[in-house]
């Protein structure tokens, strides 16, 4: 089974910190995935990865940016947090594009006051 | 651009009664269309993928038929279980043919099994 781990598992932020939620996956997988968890909304899908050192924004990126440094690490990172971040994190990868089957990690709760 | 419609957001059944979650799509192309499961507290999984050659796709007890001419993929199993209480998924991939394809997700169905 294809293990991705997040962290951390769950943080409280203060509206216009700066957060980094953590992804790092040990499958040898190319893509990589940040989506944001709201009821009502789904998941929706806010950075992604190819390859080391190159990201591309999904359907929601503004307000987040994304690092990948090397293979096995994806960032998300929130340089100005808000009241309307709050949600669930879900980092994903997979070895074969969107095509294939995503492997999530457990998630990062964030709650920003 | 491509989209997902679950139209129920929750939805509460007796253990032993059938299953059925809605799901329909809109697509520019043929899409590849997904089940992802995620119980309480866990990650999503995936649950069940539909094929290119038109056959049915099962896992667990569940099953979905793509139906092209109707752009639907319900998931459907004929008897609920306490266990199959949790948060459902249906997504497409954007680009199949392509491996730069992202999935597109619904807006989830929350499955509830009462005794």
């Known amino acids: 089974e294809a293990a991705v781990t997040q962290s951390p598992r769950s943080k409280v932020a203060v509206t216009g910190g700066k957060v980094t939620l953590s992804c790092h996956q040990t499958?040898?997988?190319?893509?990589m995935y940040w989506y944001r968890q709201d009821t009502g909304h789904g998941l929706r899908l806010i950075h992604y990865?190819?390859?080391?050192?190159?990201?591309e924004k999904g359907d929601i990126p503004d307000g987040y940016k994304a690092s990948r440094p090397s293979q096995e690490n994806f960032s998300l990172i929130l340089e100005l947090a808000s009241l309307s971040q709050t949600a669930v994190y879900f980092c994903?990868?997979?070895?074969?594009?969107?095509?294939?089957?995503?492997?999530f990690g457990h998630g990062t709760k964030l709650s920003v006051l | 651009g491509d989209s997902v419609t679950q139209t129920e957001g929750l939805v509460t059944l007796t253990e032993g009664l059938p299953v059925m979650l809605n799901c329909t799509y809109q697509?520019?192309?043929?899409?590849?269309l997904f089940w992802y499961v995620q119980h309480l507290n866990e990650a999503p999984k995936l649950l069940l993928k539909?094929?290119?050659?038109?056959k049915r796709p099962e896992h667990q007890g569940f099953h979905a038929t793509l139906h092209k001419s109707s752009s639907s993929f319900h998931l459907q199993k004929s008897s609920a279980q306490l266990s199959d209480s949790a948060l459902y998924y249906c997504?497409?991939?954007?680009?199949?043919?392509?491996?730069?394809?992202?999935?597109?997700f619904g807006q989830g169905t929350s499955l509830s099994v009462v005794p």
């Open positions: 994903a990868s997979t070895g074969q594009g969107g095509n294939e089957r995503l492997f």
């Open positions: 499958n040898n997988h190319d893509y």
């Open positions: 990865s190819y390859v080391a050192d190159s990201t």
């Open positions: 697509s520019t192309y043929s899409p590849f």
């Open positions: 539909s094929f290119t050659d038109n």
């Open positions: 997504a497409l991939s954007d680009h199949p043919s392509s491996s730069f394809s992202k999935l597109v």
